[in-house]
């Protein structure tokens, strides 16, 4: 039987799928007019502010209330700055740091910037506790591995974001800090010792008014054995409506992803996750395409149809996309953000404004401005092992930067590394970037001839997790025991090389502010 109007307008009303291109595509806007409750823009769709400003104004003139969301957490995950790098750290740097203060005025900075350019939900912050150092997809995205540190943190980065009028969603209910599968390709398994403390900053978050949440596709056996979060009545709603209160919207992580997907395909997940107490639909990450919002449409009217949905839930659904929308529409805009108090840190605070002796480069010049760098400064950590001093470098080095493959959520253009700011601190600086493929014994020995009587720095990025990595750097500091390690992703030691720097990220502000540590800026 086929579905009825009013059906498939509900079904429209909970949807929020992405597009290609850099402007709306003619179905967009027709759905838009027809109810379409939401859109999510990913770096596919963003080459600068005037013109996502101008983008997100041709939504609204198809449906005023319209959430348009974006997966924006700083650091890694960056969607606005994917083709310069974040100028702000991500939420471990953050954590590191932890100055309450300074993450709230990071995130209404951010705020600031989605608001002026039409966003009205940001999928952040991450509220994972990363438990699990072999994490392949939170690690640095969460404030930490402390269940009260990140409570703390994520509550401070809620009161930012919505202080500008944009909706934050809390990120991967119930927790998915402590798994070590990536849920784009499989189902992560959370073990039940831990879910309280994963839990507390969901609570936390929701004490201070956090407009939205957002599910994770995992297994949580504690409270469903069979069923993941984003499908499971016991979790969305026993869990986070009942138990925790919840009442905000409840928005699913990208619904093609294998862990519910590839079970029930794109359009049965959807219907699955509505039954269970979502209200939004994420879909569009892998499958922008008008029939895939069309099949996800049909399949949960068809679900109603049928009896396997509720249209009361539906429409509750509905609603709550509305109300929310009707929020964001009628929020006001951001106030500057007030200019960060110069702060002591690990290091020694210098160059916070931007004209101190480490005030070069990036200082103020991205979106995020000096409250970024200065976060960035102040988040790194220096190990000096070497009996004879190796800092500052005075000469152009050689640069080795490792790069793993990534997970999804980081767009694989995203700019990082400690080369190119070292190459305008030290000119003549030359960098080579290895892959795994590429990282073999020849070719170290290679760099290495090339790198005789000039400073060596070897770039990784969560070296713990990649054995290849581990192998290039022994490989290396075998010939070159002075060899200066700049550690960008997960730090889980700092007993290599002869100086170790840890910065807790590997956004461009992180980059700037090793080198700036290398070179004795900072």
């Known amino acids: 039987m086929p579905n009825s109007a009013h059906l498939l307008r509900l079904a429209d009303a909970v949807l ?3 597009f290609e291109g850099t402007t709306p595509p003619d179905w967009l806007r027709r759905r838009l007019g027809e109810g ?3 859109v999510v823009l990913f770096s596919r769709n963003i080459t600068g502010p005037g013109q996502v400003s101008a983008l997100t104004a041709a939504l609204r003139a198809e449906n005023p209330a319209v959430l348009v969301g974006v997966d924006e957490e700083s650091g890694e995950v960056t969607r606005l700055e994917v083709s310069t790098g974040s100028s702000r750290p991500g939420g471990y740097a953050l954590g590191v740091v932890d100055d309450v203060d300074l993450t709230e005025t990071l995130a209404r900075d951010l705020g600031a910037q989605l608001a002026a350019a039409g966003i009205t939900i940001d999928f952040a912050p991450s509220a994972d506790v990363n438990s699990n150092p072999d994490n392949p997809v939170i690690g640095l995205r969460s404030f930490g591995a402390d269940p009260a540190l990140v409570a703390r943190h994520a509550r401070a980065f809620v009161r930012g974001i919505q202080s500008a009028g944009v909706a934050a ?4 209910f119930p927790g998915h800090g402590d798994t070590s599968v990536d849920s784009h390709h499989g189902v992560p398994v959370v073990a039940a010792g831990g879910i309280e403390d994963a839990l507390r900053p969901f609570r936390e978050v929701i004490d201070e008014g956090v407009k939205a949440v957002m599910t994770g596709h995992l297994l ?3 409270f469903d054995g069979v069923l993941p979060a984003t499908l499971s009545p016991k979790i969305l709603t026993g869990l986070l409506r009942e138990e925790l209160g919840f009442d905000g919207l409840i928005v699913t992580d990208g619904i093609e992803m294998a862990a519910v997907a590839g079970t029930y395909g794109i359009g049965g997940a959807a219907a699955r ?4 107490g979502a209200d939004a639909i994420c879909v569009g990450g892998e499958h922008a395409d008008e029939a895939t919002a069309v099949e996800v449409r049909d399949a949960v009217a068809a679900a109603v149809t049928a009896g396997v949905l509720p249209e009361e839930r539906l429409a509750d659904a509905a609603r709550r996309v509305r109300e929310l929308g009707a929020w964001t529409a009628s929020s006001g805009s951001a106030t500057t953000p007030p200019s960060l108090s110069p702060d002591v840190h690990a290091l020694d605070g210098h160059g916070l404004d931007g004209h101190g002796p480490g005030g070069h480069g990036l200082g103020g010049h991205g979106p995020g401005g000096h409250t ?12 000096r092992r070497a009996a004879e001093p190796v800092l500052p470098l005075t000469a152009a080095p050689v640069v080795i930067e490792l790069a793993p493959e990534m997970n999804l959520a980081i767009d694989r253009n995203t700019p990082w590394g400690v080369g190119e700011p070292l190459s305008r601190l030290l000119p003549g600086t030359t960098v080579t970037r290895l892959t795994a493929a590429l990282a073999t014994g020849p070719a170290l020995e290679e760099l290495l001839r090339g790198a005789a009587g000039r400073p060596l720095v070897v770039a990784v990025r969560d070296a713990h997790r990649h054995p290849w990595q581990t192998q290039a750097l022994r490989h290396l ?6 060899t200066v390690v700049v550690e960008m992703g997960l730090p889980l030691r ?5 100086v170790h720097i840890a910065t807790y990220g590997s956004a461009p502000v992180c980059g700037q502010a090793a080198a700036e540590v290398i070179t004795g800026r900072l």
Do not use: E, F, N, W
């Open 16 to 18: 929020m799928p992405g």
């Open 36 to 38: 379409l409750g939401g």
């Open 169 to 172: 969603c809390a990120k991967h």
């Open 220 to 222: 949580v056996p504690s």
């Open 273 to 276: 996750a509505i039954a269970a």
């Open 372 to 383: 970024g760098l200065a976060a960035a400064r102040r988040a790194v950590r220096v190990t």
């Open 477 to 482: 500091l075998s010939a070159r025991p002075d």
């Open 494 to 498: 700092a007993d290599v090389g002869a």
